[in-house]
């Protein structure tokens, strides 16, 4: 993938030189795939991978008979034999000879994996799941949390988005400050780590350490969109200042480095420049000694762990690991980071991906949405609009998403994470705006994932589409993988759906959709946990109607779109017409005189409230 480290080195290393392209091309057909641009491509073949026995990971070099099935793969290969790892040319000569010689043994092979790949996960037990097995499975992760840290044990440590949240909502259900305290340690050390850019703004990839210390460089869309949609959620809760400088200085580096002229947003950073990783964000003292004088430069050593040895081969990486409890700086650091920043930006920068695609463009439009209302940045909102009008007009094709978008060029049709998180995005838009456009659009684009596809026999949805492109197998996963899973997300969506539709066949869809596929989510751990994720939403999530077009109503509602996004599904209803016709609350109105809020759970309202305050209450409770 484009801003991949070591997808580089195997290009310069091996696809660049005359040699080794020589034997490639005299052996075999080479295809080389954007694996963002064809994730359905990619899953299929790194499932493959795993079959064989392998970890897997990025480059995926994988060898395939004519037909596209798999039958033997790698990863990265180095173009000289290196530690135990075979040179590139040999392994392209060995494999070569045993297609040719021993046909056999391919089609072996070959069939074996094809029959691991159809292969679809089957249970006996009814999807029976409730509070107390969500529970359980948060106490079980909370074996998992590195209690210095935060996020899982060991290294390397990723955000584990999907995690956090789930143990978040564990916070939320029970009141046990337990989990809440894993995801305030997660989200700090991360955000004080060197993981987090502290000059620029927004989050790496992974770090490769324990400590969240040295990041693997490359920015990507989605993780900043999935920690800013975390840093929204807790800050509802906590209003925790680490959070909002963190969004604000996130935000900002989204504008300024990933936002496209046409409204959308880039893909990825890369994480390498002048061929090394790391060597745009990276620092020495004297460096630093140069652009802030002595004086200057010492006070920020200080506070960013920069030292004349460094902490990263011998260079630094700005981090505040060590004074992770000092929050907020004054205007003299501010000052001094940008002037730093301002020298960084002289620099060969990294390489930007600039391709948009519709699923990693939908998670950050609902983060946005979400961060707009927790931090009460109205002028995001803009943002997120206009990036979701992009998608919905140059991403659209007769009618119907496409996945990837670069200089005019549309790559149709659409994914169903696609779909997923797009749908995602125009739920958000409509709760925090009560614009019915967004809600019908998300109508449509429900009402196309299912009929184009769905999984009539086992539950749940094909990431391709019915008259997609014929691959080897029709790739259909519910696990999470760097993103939710496209199943998880459309699971809430449907919840959401339920509510403000007043559409019975929605909740007959949701409960469908976990049925089918709770059982096996129960035996996977952290696999299925956005599955997980929307099965709370389903049973303890709280209803938010609205009724009135006055400045009280306004008050409550902006009261209501401040509550945590993940839990809470807003309903503005100016009259009693407007709500749908068998909705719990719709009974209420005879009652009311004024602008009021109900909280609504299951088939039971809440009495009307009034004051912001009682809303608040009545949601905690």
């Given at each position: 993938y484009a801003a991949c480290h070591w997808c580089h080195v195997m290009a310069h290393e091996s696809f660049e030189d005359a040699d080794v392209a020589a034997v490639m091309n005299e052996l075999f057909v080479c295809i080389k795939v954007d694996r963002e641009e064809r994730p359905d491509i990619d899953q299929i073949y790194m499932s493959a991978l795993h079959?064989?026995?392998?970890?897997?990971?990025?480059?995926?070099?994988?060898?395939?008979?004519?037909?596209?099935?798999?039958?033997?793969?790698?990863?990265?290969?180095?173009?000289?034999?290196?530690?135990?790892?075979?040179?590139?040319?040999?392994?392209?000569?060995?494999?070569?000879?045993?297609?040719?010689?021993?046909?056999?043994?391919?089609?072996?092979?070959?069939?074996?994996?094809?029959?691991?790949?159809?292969?679809?996960?089957?249970?006996?037990?009814?999807?029976?799941?409730?509070?107390?097995?969500?529970?359980?499975?948060?106490?079980?992760?909370?074996?998992?949390?590195?209690?210095?840290?935060?996020?899982?044990?060991?290294?390397?440590?990723?955000?584990?988005?999907?995690?956090?949240?789930?143990?978040?909502?564990?916070?939320?259900?029970?009141?046990?400050?337990?989990?809440?305290?894993?995801?305030?340690?997660?989200?700090?050390?991360?955000?004080?780590?060197?993981?987090?850019?502290?000059?620029?703004?927004?989050?790496?990839?992974?770090?490769?350490?324990?400590?969240?210390?040295?990041p693997h460089f490359e920015k990507m869309l989605y993780d900043n969109a999935q920690i800013l949609d975390l840093l929204a959620l807790d800050y509802a809760r906590s209003k925790n200042p680490l959070y909002r400088e963190r969004a604000i200085e996130t935000v900002d580096w989204l504008r300024r480095e990933m936002l496209t002229a046409e409204g959308g947003f880039a893909s990825s950073l890369d994480a390498d420049s002048e061929g090394e990783e790391g060597r745009f964000y990276v620092w020495s003292l004297k460096e630093i000694e140069e652009v802030l004088g002595a004086a200057d430069a010492a006070d920020f050593a200080a506070r960013y762990d920069i030292t004349t040895n460094g902490n990263f081969e011998r260079r630094n990486i700005p981090n505040r690991l060590k004074s992770i409890d000092v929050v907020g700086d004054d205007a003299h650091m501010r000052a001094l980071r940008e002037k730093l920043l301002a020298r960084r930006e002289s620099r060969v920068r990294p390489g930007l991906d600039d391709k948009i695609l519709a699923d990693w463009n939908g998670l950050m439009i609902a983060a946005l949405v979400h961060a707009a209302c927790a931090f009460d940045k109205p002028d995001w909102l803009q943002i997120a609009r206009r990036a979701y009008e992009f998608v919905r007009t140059h991403m659209t094709h007769d009618g119907r998403l496409g996945h990837s978008w670069r200089e005019g060029r549309l790559l149709i049709p659409a994914l169903a994470s696609d779909y997923a998180a797009m749908t995602r995005a125009a739920l958000a838009l409509f709760e925090a705006t009560g614009d019915d456009a967004f809600l019908e659009q998300a109508l449509r684009w429900q009402s196309t994932l299912d009929t184009h596809y769905a999984d009539i026999e086992h539950g749940g949805h094909y990431l391709t589409a019915d008259d997609a492109e014929g691959l080897i197998v029709r790739p259909h996963s519910s696990d999470d993988d760097a993103i939710p899973n496209h199943d998880g997300l459309t699971a809430q969506n449907l919840v959401r759906l339920a509510v403000l539709t007043g559409d019975a066949k929605w909740r007959d869809k949701i409960d469908g959709l976990f049925t089918a596929l709770l059982p096996s989510a129960t035996g996977r751990g952290f696999g299925q946990l956005s599955l997980m994720n929307a099965l709370d939403l389903r049973l303890t999530g709280a209803e938010i109607v609205v009724v009135g077009e006055d400045a009280q109503a306004a008050t409550l509602l902006g009261a209501a779109r401040k509550l945590p996004h993940a839990t809470s599904i807003v309903l503005h209803a100016p009259n009693a017409d407007a709500l749908p016709a068998d909705h719990p609350a719709r009974a209420k109105f005879a009652a009311v005189t004024q602008s009021a809020a109900f909280i609504c759970r299951g088939q039971s309202c809440s009495l009307p409230v009034t004051q912001p305050d009682a809303l608040n209450r009545l949601v905690q409770d």
């Amino acid at each position: 993938y484009a801003a991949c480290h070591w997808c580089h080195v195997m290009a310069h290393e091996s696809f660049e030189d005359a040699d080794v392209a020589a034997v490639m091309n005299e052996l075999f057909v080479c295809i080389k795939v954007d694996r963002e641009e064809r994730p359905d491509i990619d899953q299929i073949y790194m499932s493959a991978l795993h079959h064989l026995g392998e970890q897997g990971g990025w480059p995926l070099t994988m060898f395939l008979s004519p037909d596209g099935s798999p039958f033997w793969g790698g990863t990265y290969f180095p173009k000289l034999p290196d530690f135990g790892r075979p040179a590139f040319t040999d392994v392209l000569q060995s494999v070569a000879r045993v297609f040719r010689d021993q046909p056999d043994q391919i089609a072996r092979n070959r069939d074996a994996l094809i029959a691991r790949l159809s292969e679809r996960a089957t249970s006996g037990n009814p999807a029976n799941l409730g509070v107390a097995d969500l529970n359980n499975a948060a106490v079980a992760i909370m074996r998992s949390i590195d209690p210095v840290n935060g996020g899982l044990q060991g290294a390397p440590k990723f955000p584990q988005c999907s995690v956090i949240e789930f143990l978040w909502r564990a916070g939320e259900r029970t009141r046990d400050d337990r989990f809440f305290a894993a995801v305030t340690l997660t989200l700090t050390r991360m955000s004080q780590g060197g993981i987090y850019d502290h000059l620029g703004g927004g989050y790496a990839r992974y770090s490769v350490d324990d400590r969240w210390l040295v990041p693997h460089f490359e920015k990507m869309l989605y993780d900043n969109a999935q920690i800013l949609d975390l840093l929204a959620l807790d800050y509802a809760r906590s209003k925790n200042p680490l959070y909002r400088e963190r969004a604000i200085e996130t935000v900002d580096w989204l504008r300024r480095e990933m936002l496209t002229a046409e409204g959308g947003f880039a893909s990825s950073l890369d994480a390498d420049s002048e061929g090394e990783e790391g060597r745009f964000y990276v620092w020495s003292l004297k460096e630093i000694e140069e652009v802030l004088g002595a004086a200057d430069a010492a006070d920020f050593a200080a506070r960013y762990d920069i030292t004349t040895n460094g902490n990263f081969e011998r260079r630094n990486i700005p981090n505040r690991l060590k004074s992770i409890d000092v929050v907020g700086d004054d205007a003299h650091m501010r000052a001094l980071r940008e002037k730093l920043l301002a020298r960084r930006e002289s620099r060969v920068r990294p390489g930007l991906d600039d391709k948009i695609l519709a699923d990693w463009n939908g998670l950050m439009i609902a983060a946005l949405v979400h961060a707009a209302c927790a931090f009460d940045k109205p002028d995001w909102l803009q943002i997120a609009r206009r990036a979701y009008e992009f998608v919905r007009t140059h991403m659209t094709h007769d009618g119907r998403l496409g996945h990837s978008w670069r200089e005019g060029r549309l790559l149709i049709p659409a994914l169903a994470s696609d779909y997923a998180a797009m749908t995602r995005a125009a739920l958000a838009l409509f709760e925090a705006t009560g614009d019915d456009a967004f809600l019908e659009q998300a109508l449509r684009w429900q009402s196309t994932l299912d009929t184009h596809y769905a999984d009539i026999e086992h539950g749940g949805h094909y990431l391709t589409a019915d008259d997609a492109e014929g691959l080897i197998v029709r790739p259909h996963s519910s696990d999470d993988d760097a993103i939710p899973n496209h199943d998880g997300l459309t699971a809430q969506n449907l919840v959401r759906l339920a509510v403000l539709t007043g559409d019975a066949k929605w909740r007959d869809k949701i409960d469908g959709l976990f049925t089918a596929l709770l059982p096996s989510a129960t035996g996977r751990g952290f696999g299925q946990l956005s599955l997980m994720n929307a099965l709370d939403l389903r049973l303890t999530g709280a209803e938010i109607v609205v009724v009135g077009e006055d400045a009280q109503a306004a008050t409550l509602l902006g009261a209501a779109r401040k509550l945590p996004h993940a839990t809470s599904i807003v309903l503005h209803a100016p009259n009693a017409d407007a709500l749908p016709a068998d909705h719990p609350a719709r009974a209420k109105f005879a009652a009311v005189t004024q602008s009021a809020a109900f909280i609504c759970r299951g088939q039971s309202c809440s009495l009307p409230v009034t004051q912001p305050d009682a809303l608040n209450r009545l949601v905690q409770d």
